[in-house]
């Protein structure tokens, strides 16, 4: 079988769950089967790269459009299915599959309907991203939810799928690369105190990630703990400015260090940080399934997480780490926005407070991701679904 994987990011340029999903999924394919990649960016080693730059100074969404053209253009003849990741690399995968007459799977790793607030980066580009990906997923052979609170959001977004073509197969964590460590010296460079208790936030700075609520829970953590953010790339000025008001306003107010780390770390930095923490928080309004919280627990680190989508097929409550319930939507009140905060903070001192459980939690979790998220096991399942694509295609 030779399979062409679509995709906006792929080493050494990633910067979300989808990036670090077909970076770890690609090489363990590769074992099974012949893979191409096509992805977006500056040209690199292992796959050919389209530059998001036609035309030039456009929309972002018109740009990743013209990236996706070329993507057709350069998949190689012969092959017999083309893989799709996020509504960037959709469209590439909807006209390469009429193209060259192959079946198109999907891999689901979020949903343009339940993010409204891309609007705010991509303007009318929101409006093309979700045609894009609703077409998309009409003409699918095949769709991968990468977790089972995914299926369900996949068929309530897009009702006249046939449920059938809809499967699961969850992200996974590579424990040979995130294990827990004892070095320290990324910790103090970045102004960590590895000997004091810590919470420790990594992603970017979105209305998805749910940043603005962590730092307003600071207020409420023990006077000793740290937090500790690896947090960059805002999705537009005006959220990176708020977030950076908010910043400044809990770190002029607490003793403890509040560490913000704007520059994304190379992979083994963050397993240090990961391992350093007491605490890896998670405060999502919207996660399909969410890589990061497998990183901390695969170092071993007790997760508290937002009670949504895929989070809790992840974090076990009260077994690897603590899910808290009232995640905020666009609907909710001051009051109840106030109230899920409280109730974070209170999650993250229990662990704080009681290092025991906080150990034993996180060699739960660190266990959990051997058994269950391993991605040669993952490798097989998508293999499988290829091949029930192929069938469907006819």
């Known amino acids: 079988m030779y399979v062409s994987v679509l995709t906006r990011e792929y080493p050494p340029t990633i910067y979300g769950g989808a990036g670090v999903h077909v970076a770890q999924l690609v090489p363990q394919l590769r074992t099974l089967i012949d893979v191409d990649v096509q992805c977006m960016g500056e040209p690199r080693e292992g796959a050919t790269a389209h530059a998001e730059s036609f035309p030039e100074g456009a929309n972002g969404a018109l740009r990743a459009f013209g990236a996706d053209l070329s993507m057709v253009n350069a998949i190689p003849d012969g092959v017999d299915l083309v893989h799709s990741h996020t ?19 999907i891999s689901a790793h979020s949903l343009e309907p339940d993010r409204p607030w891309k609007a705010e980066q991509l303007g009318g580009g929101y409006r093309l991203s979700s045609w894009a990906e609703k077409t ?100 537009t000025p005006e959220i990176g400015e708020q977030f950076k008001a908010a910043f400044e306003e809990v770190r002029s107010s607490r003793q403890a260090p509040v560490v913000w780390v704007q520059q994304m770390l190379p992979r083994p930095s963050v397993r240090q940080v990961l391992s350093a923490a007491t605490v890896f928080a998670c405060p999502s309004v ?77 060699a739960a979790g660190r266990q959990r991701c051997i058994d269950e998220f391993s991605w040669s096991r993952i490798a097989e399942q998508t293999v499988e679904v290829y091949r029930a694509a192929i069938r469907r295609h006819g």
Request: hydrophobic share 45%; charged share 20%; with cysteine.
């Open 87 to 105: 509504w960037y690399a959709n469209l590439a995968g909807l006209l390469a599959g009429v193209f060259h007459n192959v079946p198109h799977v």
């Open 286 to 362: 919207y996660e399909p399934l969410g890589i990061v919280n497998l990183e901390a627990m695969a170092c071993a680190t007790p997760v508290v997480a937002s009670r949504v989508g895929g989070i809790p097929e992840v974090v076990v409550d009260r077994s690897t780490g603590h899910l808290v319930d009232g995640v905020p939507t666009d609907s909710s009140t001051p009051a109840e926005i106030a109230a899920f905060e409280s109730s974070f903070a209170t999650a993250i001192n229990d662990l704080t407070r009681n290092v025991e459980r906080a150990k034993a939690f996180g």
């Open 136 to 235: 998309a997923y009409d003409a699918a052979d095949a769709i991968i939810a990468v977790s089972d609170g995914m299926r369900t959001d996949v068929l309530r977004a897009y009702p006249e799928l046939d449920p059938d073509k809809v499967h699961v197969v969850r992200n996974g964590v590579d424990t040979d690369e995130f294990h827990p460590v004892t070095e320290t010296d990324v910790c103090r460079d970045i102004g960590m105190d590895p000997d004091r208790p810590s919470v420790v936030f990594v992603g970017r700075i979105t209305r998805q990630k749910g940043l603005i609520h962590l730092v307003h829970a600071a207020t409420e953590l023990d006077p000793e703990t740290q937090l500790v953010l690896l947090a960059g790339a805002p999705d």
